[in-house]
């Protein structure tokens, strides 16, 4: 009964004309930006987060959410249309959904993405809503210790999973700690590695780092290469899929629904990762595994289906634990702590209005996508049409006031473009942003309860490793980071990420 | 990608080394009470040793792939030009206003990267900087620099 109760407080948030609005703003933002090569969520959200200084807590987070699981959905259309992934998690739908539409088939393709994803969407959210709460009760007895370790193990599942090598990942998780610790010490109110600037006081910004990694690298390595898009030009005739593709699908999206949203929960797996696996479960459970890549409906619906349900299962770790466990979830915490608010297990006794909000409002979005999807495709694909030559000075435009407008500071457009540069560089010598990002919102969480945990045990180590939840995330995350030096868990590791 | 990885191991080791003075110089503190410096000793220690662990192998690699080819067939002038202009825009900012500097940077952008027609170039850069004017400053409320003209 407690589900109805807070399910029915949930909806009279959402349902306000404001949220709705918000809801509304960020779906369509999140489609656009999906269907968009060039620009992903992380930097679309950085680019809106200042605006949601002036309105409610609950609008904001509402909007913020609503974009990136928006930007599921639209990333479908790019890659089934042009065969270019509109962000990430699109990759795997290229593969079939392109081929689809080259058999004259786009239609369906496209209709399967919006009904897998909101399927998938809509069963995250029923999880979230059973999960959240029992989980939130579990975390109250989380002392620093077990933060301390549970982050740890975070770090050590997204530098696992991280595409290629594991040391060039850990390399930047320290990179990306160090960074977070810049600024004055919450602690001892010294400042750290600040070299004089007043600027820096502060910390380094999470949105001109994010900006700059994300936004301006991928600009700069688009602008190096030739995109040759080929728009599908013939009609896309019904985008209702038959009973046939029905019948094809729907183990696929129960499949990557499930897959999705238990590694959307996991720190570090995330949308990307749960397509790319889903993908591999469908090929290896298909009758016929040789249609995969001409054009199998079921290799759309089932990485579609678990993109969008990692992107429900992300908020799981973000709202029970306050410890986000990817990126964009990271810029939401940035959200909440700008609102003056905490996730973790008490958000939801001190603040139900919000968080039964929040839920609900992504059922309403999730419908406004279906809505938004199906019928203005059309629309969509005139947007594809617009030349990148025309489209990234528009983005790096809006990368500068998104930017500029969080502390009109012209330092952090200075710090943006710098971040650019190293992403860039990144990129071309084969590391992640990832891993940096994350560690960079954690650092601080992860030295003050590391610093707290020394203090209350009197400088004792074992106080890791005599606390049961402790010690199991500890052990877990040696266990990963020392894997690849088995050479079978090596030779698994590698295959996943040549799949990749 | 060998050259590559010993050119960012070595990049990697030395800001590993630079955290690890860092962090002495902030204070390690004792164990039960742990001083600023800390973390930022320790995980320098450990950049160092991935650092150290990435420019190994690399050496231990055969493959002879320069710096060069990592930018093969890649318009690697294009990517420089782009910053270039995006540092002048920040600097030229704050003294020039957003209106101007915008329009500015949007019409040399359209007409030297990928040169576009003097019509799409013009009417593009006005109609674009106006559109982000009217949203952000005025319908946003986003703080943006007036710069000497008083226009932002």
Redesign the interface.
């Given at each position: 009964m407690d589900i109805v109760a807070n399910l029915a407080l949930g909806l009279s948030v959402a349902l306000q004309p404001i949220n709705l609005l918000y809801c509304f703003i960020g779906v369509f933002i999140g489609t656009l930006i999906g269907v968009l090569p060039g620009i992903g969520p992380v930097a679309a959200m950085s680019l809106l987060l200042p605006v949601t200084f002036n309105i409610t807590p609950e609008a904001a987070i509402i909007m913020l959410a609503g974009i990136y699981y928006g930007s599921m959905y639209g990333g479908s259309t790019t890659a089934i249309l042009v065969n270019i992934p509109g962000e990430a998690a699109s990759v795997v739908t290229c593969l079939d959904g392109h081929q689809m539409a080259k058999r004259g088939r786009a239609g369906p393709a496209l209709g399967i993405a919006a009904f897998g994803s909101f399927i998938a969407g809509t069963l995250a959210i029923v999880g979230l809503m059973f999960l959240a709460p029992s989980l939130a009760r579990f975390a109250v007895k989380f002392g620093p210790a077990e933060y301390f370790s549970l982050m740890v193990l975070g770090l050590s599942i997204l530098v696992y999973l991280s595409h290629g090598s594991i040391i060039k990942a850990l390399a930047m998780a320290a990179v990306g700690l160090v960074f977070g610790l810049i600024g004055i010490d919450s602690i001892n109110a010294m400042p750290r590695l600040t070299f004089g600037k007043l600027e820096l006081l502060d910390g380094l910004g999470l949105v001109p780092l994010v900006m700059g990694l994300f936004g301006i690298a991928e600009i700069l390595i688009n602008l190096e290469q030739k995109i040759a898009r080929e728009i599908f030009d013939t009609r896309l005739g019904s985008l209702l899929p038959t009973k046939e593709d029905w019948k094809e699908s729907a183990a696929p999206i129960a499949r990557g629904s499930l897959l999705g949203f238990l590694l959307g929960i996991l720190p570090g797996g995330g949308a990307v990762l749960s397509s790319f696996i889903s993908y591999a479960v469908e090929k290896r459970m298909a009758k016929r595994p040789e249609t995969f890549g001409k054009g199998a409906i079921a290799g759309v619906a089932g990485p579609e289906a678990a993109n969008n349900a990692a992107a429900g299962g992300g908020f799981i770790p973000l709202m029970t634990l306050g410890i986000p466990p990817n990126v964009v979830m990271a810029l939401l915490l940035g959200a909440f702590i700008v609102h003056g608010l905490q996730p973790g297990p008490l958000l939801m006794v001190q603040k139900p209005d919000l968080f039964w909000g929040i839920v609900a409002s992504m059922y309403i979005g999730n419908i406004m996508l279906l809505v938004l999807n199906l019928p203005l495709i059309g629309m969509w694909v005139q947007v594809l049409r617009v030349p990148y030559a025309i489209l990234f000075p528009l983005i790096l435009l809006f990368c500068v006031i998104g930017v500029y407008s969080v502390s009109n500071s012209i330092f952090d457009v200075y710090l943006m473009i710098g971040f650019g540069v190293v992403g860039y560089l990144m990129k071309k010598f084969g590391f992640e942003p990832a891993p940096l990002v994350l560690a960079f919102v954690l650092g601080p969480l992860l030295e003050n309860n590391l610093r707290k945990a020394l203090i209350l045990s009197q400088g004792d180590f074992a106080t890791f490793a005599l606390r049961p939840i402790s010690a199991t995330c500890l052990v877990i995350a040696a266990l990963l980071l020392l894997s690849p030096l088995l050479p079978k868990l090596r030779a698994q590791r590698e295959a996943v990420a040549k799949e990749e | 990608?060998r050259n590559?990885?010993i050119?960012?191991g070595a990049v990697?080791a030395a800001?590993?080394v630079f955290?690890i003075v860092?962090g002495q110089d902030?204070?390690l503190g004792?164990?039960?009470?742990?001083?600023?410096?800390?973390?930022?000793f320790w995980?320098?220690w450990?950049?160092t040793a991935?650092?150290s662990?990435?420019v190994v192998?690399a050496l231990r690699r055969s493959d002879n792939s320069t710096l060069r080819a990592?930018?093969a067939g890649?318009?690697?002038r294009?990517?420089g030009y782009?910053?270039l202009i995006?540092?002048i825009?920040?600097w030229a900012?704050?003294g020039l206003g957003f209106i101007a500097a915008?329009l500015v940077?949007?019409l040399v952008?359209?007409k030297t990267?990928?040169p576009?027609s003097w019509r799409?170039a013009l009417i593009?850069s006005a109609a674009?900087t106006a559109a982000?004017w009217l949203l952000?400053a005025k319908a946003?409320?986003?703080?943006?620099?007036a710069g000497a003209f008083g226009l932002g």
């Open positions: - | 990608m590559g990885d050119l960012s990697l800001l590993g955290f860092e902030l204070g004792r164990i039960s009470n742990p001083g600023s410096g800390f973390m930022i995980v320098g450990i950049l991935m650092a662990a990435i192998a990592l930018w890649a318009n690697w294009k990517v782009v910053v995006m540092a825009y920040a900012l704050p915008t940077l949007l952008l359209f990267v990928e576009q799409v593009g674009s982000a952000f946003l409320g986003t703080q943006l620099p």
